[in-house]
């Protein structure tokens, strides 16, 4: 659905998600958001070290590109809460998909650039990159799959001519 390399989603970190998707809703008029509460991907390294996430997620789509709402809820260090102080929300990260995502850890490396976050969620393997000192945010990659690219298009499908009916859905 998304060209490798091309951004398809920006992302802000919220403390209210259901507040972040009605100020959006009465904003722009978009819609529907699709919602994972309490969402835990089965692996997660924080920079390098095994962690434990716990996590509120909104997906809506807006035109071509994805807008993602994420509220931590967790304790402690995180990589939203390093891109994004608490109390406070913004934006975080953009997204691209890649269909070689160990090329992409290795290319980052290569810059000098950090990897925050290597994680996997059912068949979604993605990552963090502290791009910050680059460009003012962090970066995340997915690798492309069939799970992902549904995902994807369920989401971009449901935006098209969306009537305001059943704003909130929630999956997972």
């Not at 951004?7 to 998707?21: E, T």
């Amino acid at each position: 659905m998304y060209k490798s390399n091309e951004i398809m989603q920006i992302a802000y970190v919220v403390d209210d998600l259901d507040a972040a998707i009605e100020r959006w809703r009465s904003l722009i008029d978009t819609g529907p958001f699709f919602v994972f509460r309490d969402s835990s991907p089965e692996i997660f390294k924080y920079r390098g070290q095994q962690s434990e996430v716990r996590l509120d997620i909104a997906i809506g789509q807006v035109g071509p590109v994805q807008v993602e709402f994420v509220q931590p809820k967790m304790a402690g260090p995180n990589i939203w809460r390093d891109g994004v102080a608490a109390g406070a929300q913004g934006f975080h990260h953009q997204c691209y998909v890649t269909d070689d995502l160990q090329a992409e850890i290795a290319r980052y490396a290569q810059m000098g650039v950090e990897l925050g976050v290597e994680a996997q969620a059912g068949p979604i393997a993605f990552a963090y990159f502290d791009t910050r000192h680059l460009i003012g945010s962090m970066t995340e990659v997915v690798q492309r799959c069939e799970a992902f690219d549904g995902l994807c298009k369920m989401i971009a499908d449901a935006a098209v001519d969306w009537d305001g009916s059943d704003p909130v859905r929630v999956l997972g």
